[in-house]
């Protein structure tokens, strides 16, 4: 239901939100390349299960609802100073080229960190199988994310912007 008028602030912050376009990833100005589209399967497929929770046009199972989806993924069970738990909400992956450190603690310096050193149990997807090449198989798809403009999927999934 429209809110416009009732508060500048949220009006402003709407107008904010709704302004955010996704650049594509400079690793996908030509296209996936041959080890990102192996590393789309491999995200796709049930061997991973990494679209079990990151999936759909922002790859994220992340929705507004009263009490939030949070998965434990077994990064914050360590840390007595985590204040949130150690389950939380399933950040999207686009743009992922440009927002290292991972993690919600940051200590993930790059792609593979995260799914290598800080993947205890296979709880950021099922990785401890893979080998080398598979694992970076992934990292280049992870890289490459957004490859398309999320916008039109993001519509056609019922997705709506703030609103106003």
């Known amino acids: 239901k429209p809110?416009?008028?009732l508060s500048a602030d949220l009006d402003a912050l709407a107008a904010y939100t709704n302004s955010h376009k996704f650049t594509?990833?400079?690793?996908?100005r030509k296209g996936l390349s041959t080890?990102?589209?192996r590393g789309r399967s491999l995200f796709r497929s049930e061997k991973t299960g990494c679209a079990k929770c990151h999936s759909g046009p922002f790859f994220t199972d992340s929705q507004p609802r009263p009490k939030p989806l949070r998965h434990d993924?077994?990064?914050g069970t360590a840390d007595p100073s985590e204040k949130m738990g150690p389950a939380y909400d399933t950040p999207m992956l686009l743009g992922l080229y440009r927002s290292a450190p991972y993690l919600h603690h940051g200590k993930a310096a790059t792609l593979t960190d995260v799914l290598t050193t800080f993947n205890k149990n296979d709880r950021h997807g099922t990785t401890s199988h893979l080998d080398k090449q598979?694992?970076?198989d992934l990292v280049e798809f992870l890289?490459?994310?957004p490859y398309e403009d999320p916008a039109a999927a993001a519509q056609k999934a019922g997705l709506t912007k703030v609103a106003r």
Not at 24 to 28: F, G
């Open 3 to 5: 809110n416009k008028g």
């Open 24 to 28: 594509l990833s400079p690793y996908a």
């Open 35 to 37: 080890a990102a589209q």
């Open 73 to 75: 993924v077994g990064s």
């Open 134 to 136: 598979q694992v970076a």
């Open 143 to 145: 890289k490459a994310l």
